[in-house]
């Protein structure tokens, strides 16, 4: 029984990690030749009769990120199958290129002088099954609300929480995504990974995976391409209400018509960062166009053109602070990847 006719949530309310990240920019606009890459024009043809159009090059990487903000890839290549990865991943490795994984971008801040080598984004592996006795497999690359919508279709529980969670399946697994009302590994049977240093494909049983606090085990040196959830019966009438109250709590705390990757702190054990961060009177501080947002101190936002250099200045003011304040060290949320600016 496959994903395809289930509508998503209609509730008029539009969150960020809703929609894909480059919806708003074509992927056809032209983008300059980035002098930096590391490819060669060989192994930008190999990649390019691989995958055809579902490679990218020197593509900007604002095009996929909620944030809005980064450099260009060097290759930007988005597998739809498990093999596809494991050819690329091989590939990667023969040309000594270097590799970086990416998910849906809503927990992403790439730096302005973008990614060298490959990037692979687990974009393409959309597959999604409900098989008997409530198991759901679904690949990386499944926006989180995708996966919410087919289970209440199923009438299926354990999955509420993430009315509350962007992103896709991926990345959501790697950082144990969550809510107040569950998290990944509450549901999670096994998690399916393609090793980055050989390319074989590797299974692991919910404790192997590590889970964590937002963190686990998964993702170092390694792809996750699937996993297998273990759901249950419940009333939809009973999940609805749960996912629509956690959805209205998120939409009453999310800044509107700016571009944002959620929390970029981790909170501390035992208090929250935004208010550690409001205590330091931060709240509406500006580097660029990087602001603290004033609705949620633990949200910095993007309103308009912030440069990594911006958002990346903001964070290390607001730690500054916390840290001669407080004497707490916030630890990042959001994953930094790329270079700066040359």
Not at 13 to 26: N, T, W
Not at 177 to 191: L, Q
Not at 229 to 239: G, I, K, N, Q, T
Not at 301 to 318: F, K, S, T
Request: proline content about 5%; some cysteine.
């Amino acid at each position: 029984m496959t994903s395809s006719g289930h509508a998503p949530i209609d509730d008029g309310i539009v969150l960020v990690g809703d929609e894909r990240p480059d919806r708003d920019e074509p992927a056809s606009a032209t983008v300059p030749a980035n002098p930096y890459s590391k490819l060669n024009p060989a192994q930008r043809e190999s990649i390019a009769q691989r995958f055809g159009a579902a490679a990218r090059f020197d593509e900007p990487m604002r095009r996929h990120t909620t944030l809005k903000i980064g450099g260009p890839a060097d290759a930007f290549v988005a597998p739809a199958s498990i093999a596809d990865v494991q050819w690329l991943v091989g590939f990667a490795l023969a040309e000594t290129l270097p590799f970086t994984v990416v998910g849906g971008g809503s927990n992403l801040l790439v730096r302005d002088g973008g990614i060298r080598g490959v990037v692979l984004s687990t974009d393409g592996l959309r597959a999604l099954e409900v098989r008997e006795g409530g198991v759901m497999h679904v690949q990386a690359g499944v926006s989180t609300g995708k996966v919410l919508s087919v289970a209440l279709a199923h009438d299926l529980g354990g999955v509420e929480f993430l009315g509350g969670v962007p992103g896709t399946v991926g990345g959501g697994l790697i950082m144990n995504a969550g809510t107040y009302v569950g998290e990944f590994k509450d549901v999670v049977a096994s998690v399916e990974s393609v090793n980055l240093a050989t390319g074989e494909l590797v299974c692991r049983d919910n404790a192997a995976c590590g889970f964590v606090y937002r963190n686990s085990k998964l993702g170092r040196g390694e792809l996750v391409v699937g996993a297998q959830l273990a759901l249950r019966p419940r009333p939809r009438a009973e999940m609805d209400a749960e996912i629509r109250a956690l959805r209205q709590r998120r939409h009453e705390r999310e800044p509107k018509k700016v571009s944002s990757a959620g929390s970029i702190f981790k909170n501390p054990p035992g208090d929250f960062a935004g208010r550690l961060i409001e205590a330091c009177g931060l709240k509406g501080t500006q580097i660029g166009d990087a602001v603290c947002s004033p609705v949620h101190a633990n949200w910095l936002v993007n309103i308009g053109g912030a440069r990594a250099a911006d958002l990346l200045a903001l964070i290390e003011l607001v730690r500054h602070e916390v840290a001669q304040t407080h004497g707490v060290a916030l630890e990042l949320e959001v994953k930094l990847v790329g270079e700066d600016a040359p």
